[in-house]
């Protein structure tokens, strides 16, 4: 079980959903969290709801400057939790490039520019805990998903090779790997959603996790399977099943 008294986390995307959820969960764990997104109001919202210690700091995480001015007043922290993301469903048959763009830009990019101000500090002092926010569309890709599932899929391959790194080190990797979550997002498909959860559960399910020592969790457990075993599919019957019909 790790120690959460007194520590400090900086939860880039609380503003809502998992974000807020975890930031609740952590809270009460006593931990004092550092909430960031681009909506001052909706920050404040969530920080006035939390039980103990806690600041808000905006940022964009697709503007260098901003996150290089986040981190700056930020200063000193104990980890790092990368949950901003943005969705818009397509395929590559309707390809919208703005969208598409701004979900690599922030789902990935964005994570990259959060860790390029926090990992110096961890790593000079061996010391620091980095949990990046996945998605179970990473593993493989699928129909109708060409930004979100990509950019997911660069996440998690950030997290395995910052964990190849750094494993035998004092910093710590996790990823996430959630399913479906009940979030302003995903009320935008239009299709039936297995195994989706409340952020509430999810965030439970994530902060297992955070006091674990594993290094990665996927999660609903069962709906997992489905995405993990479908990586030893040979291609031909992958798309079959999971292609465009």
């Known amino acids: 079980m790790r120690e959460w008294q007194g520590k400090r986390y900086w939860l880039v995307g609380a503003s809502d959903g998992l974000g807020a959820a975890l930031a609740q969960v952590m809270s009460r764990a006593g931990a004092e969290v ?6 001052l109001d909706k ?12 600041q808000v700091q905006t940022v964009d995480i697709a503007d260098d400057d901003s996150v290089s001015q986040a981190a700056k007043a930020v200063g000193q922290i104990d980890g790092v939790v990368l949950l901003a993301g943005v969705y818009w469903p397509f395929g590559a048959d309707q390809w ?14 964005g994570f990259m520019r959060v860790l390029g ?9 061996d010391a620091g805990h980095v ?7 990473g593993f493989r890709g699928l129909p109708g998903s060409i930004g979100y599932t990509a950019s ?3 996440t998690m391959s950030l997290a395995e090779c910052m964990y190849a790194d ?16 009940k979030t302003q997002l995903t009320d935008k498909n239009d299709f039936k959603m297995p195994f989706i959860m409340e ?22 457990a069962l709906f997992s399977l489905v995405f993990r075993a479908s990586q030893f599919l040979p291609d031909w019957l992958y798309y079959r099943i999971f292609g465009a019909k």
Not at 43 to 54: E, F, Q
Not at 117 to 125: L, N
Not at 166 to 181: D, E, H, S, W
Not at 199 to 209: I, K, L, N, S, V
């Open 34 to 39: 550092i909430l960031s997104a681009r909506s």
């Open 43 to 54: 920050l404040r919202a969530v920080a006035a709801t939390l039980p103990g210690k806690s």
């Open 96 to 109: 919208n490039a703005q969208q598409a763009v701004a979900m690599a830009d922030i789902n990935f990019t």
């Open 117 to 125: 101000q926090v990992m110096p500090q961890f790593i000079d002092r």
């Open 131 to 137: 949990v990046i926010t996945s998605s179970l569309t």
């Open 152 to 154: 997911k899929a660069a």
């Open 166 to 181: 750094l494993r035998k080190t004092g910093v710590t990797v996790q990823v996430a790997n959630p399913g479906f979550i």
């Open 199 to 220: 952020p509430e559960q999810a965030a439970h399910e994530m902060f297992d996790h955070m006091n674990s020592d594993g290094f990665k969790k996927s999660f609903p």
